[in-house]
């Protein structure tokens, strides 16, 4: 599948902590936690295919509040 870029970012959440950037672990507060476009949040979030078990991760757009937040690669 491909995914066609929106341009916004994203925060990669796993049972409710988001990912760092580079996807180097995990963190409570949003202002550490990494941004991804849409089709590295997909991939990181579906690590058993797209129909397969999410592993309780998910991912959300990142509306800008004002906070300094990193930007990251999903691997």
Same mark, same amino acid.
């Given at each position: 599948?491909?995914?066609?870029?929106?341009? +916004?970012?994203?925060?990669?959440?796993?049972? $409710?902590?988001?990912?760092?950037? =580079?996807?180097?672990? #995990?963190?409570?507060?949003?202002?550490?936690?990494?941004?991804?476009?849409?089709?590295? +949040?997909?991939?990181?979030?579906?690590?058993? $295919?797209?129909?397969?078990?999410? =592993?309780?991760?998910? #991912?959300?757009?990142?509306?800008?509040?004002?906070?300094?937040?990193?930007?990251?690669? +999903?691997?």
């Amino acid at each position: 599948m491909t995914v066609q870029d929106d341009g +916004a970012w994203y925060l990669i959440c796993k049972r $409710g902590v988001f990912y760092r950037p =580079d996807c180097q672990g #995990y963190t409570s507060h949003k202002s550490q936690a990494g941004l991804f476009s849409l089709a590295e +949040a997909i991939r990181a979030t579906h690590p058993n $295919g797209l129909d397969g078990p999410r =592993d309780g991760m998910t #991912y959300v757009r990142y509306c800008d509040s004002g906070e300094t937040i990193m930007r990251g690669k +999903a691997k």
